[in-house]
């Protein structure tokens, strides 16, 4: 690694119910102690991150550590892009999940901070796509995850109704939207096809494999190929669906007749209106219009 890259470590303080901005203070002194030029900037509301990132990148940072969850990643990356895409330089994103999951860092290890330090240190990288999902009010960027239909709008009801309760709060939102089980049609074309309007449960759009921490969303995925993995999830009762939900710890949901899987570097969606997205593990409320990959734009350090 040289030793001319200076780190910007953007800290989410209050992943992992406040345990994250404990821990760090550690994990700080040990990247230092291998070497590291790490300076460091803390959150204190959602979206800070992305602003951070931004006024860093015009400033000239190009390595950057995502030290929260998945949503501190999210944010870097939407601080960096667009501008990172007509950079001469690729930015470099590491991670440091401290008292939190980190799905995307899952398909390359399961050893969480301990994995993600040694390779910020051992100067490993690798080359990664990231996708960019433009919609009707704006453009986003992400890494790990896009869905939408009955996954997100677990989310959203968690957040909405459930959240003070904690993971009881995400149980009742399930509970609560499969009994409003119902397929929804989410228009889409992929690479240029007819566009497809039967009902969906939902609709995946991975850039990575996991999920949720432990979710084998998408088995075929890679962050790398070019491609998005995208899973949909056709017409299927309460039952069906509570049968086939514990299979996508191990990715044998993809085996249910009535899930389909493809790829795609390119889709154009006709949706009518603004729907929930669950974005690498945050909701958002947008109406999608276009999806593209960009290939190999971003560098990790995994």
């Not at 800070?48 to 860093?56: D, F, L, Q, S």
């Not at 899973?231 to 899930?259: A, C, N, Q, W, Y």
């Amino acid at each position: 690694m040289s030793t001319s890259e200076s780190f910007l470590a953007i800290v989410n303080p209050a992943a992992g119910g406040g345990r994250c901005g404990k821990r760090f203070p550690e994990a700080l002194a040990q990247l230092k102690a291998a070497g590291l030029d790490v300076d460091v900037a803390m959150t204190s509301r959602a979206g800070e991150g992305t602003e951070i990132a931004r006024k860093a990148w015009a400033e000239g940072r190009r390595h950057f550590i995502a030290v929260g969850g998945d949503g501190t990643s999210y944010e870097i990356v939407n601080g960096v892009f667009p501008a990172a895409t007509s950079a001469a330089e690729r930015p470099t994103l590491g991670f440091l999940p401290l008292g939190t999951g980190n799905s995307f860092l899952r398909d390359f290890t399961t050893e969480g901070a301990a994995y993600s330090m040694k390779a910020l240190a051992d100067g490993t990288r690798r080359d990664c796509d990231v996708v960019k999902l433009t919609c009707r009010e704006g453009t986003i960027y992400y890494i790990n995850i896009l869905s939408y239909g009955f996954t997100a709008d677990v989310g959203a009801l968690t957040n909405r109704r459930f959240k003070p309760l904690g993971e009881a709060g995400y149980v009742m939102a399930v509970i609560t939207r499969t009994a409003m089980l119902k397929p929804k049609s989410f228009p889409m074309s992929v690479e240029g096809g007819v566009m497809e309007r039967e009902p969906r449960l939902f609709v995946s759009l991975n850039n990575s494999r996991y999920t949720g921490g432990k979710m084998l969303m998408a088995p075929h995925a890679s962050v790398s190929d070019g491609k998005v993995a995208i899973v949909e999830v056709g017409k299927m009762g309460r039952i069906g669906l509570l049968r086939t939900f514990p299979k996508i710890f191990d990715g044998k949901h993809v085996e249910s007749p009535s899930v389909h899987t493809s790829e795609a570097t390119r889709i154009v969606f006709d949706i009518d209106s603004p729907i929930d997205l669950m974005v690498d593990g945050e909701i958002i409320t947008m109406q999608p219009e276009r999806l593209d990959v960009l290939n190999g734009v971003l560098r990790v350090c995994v």
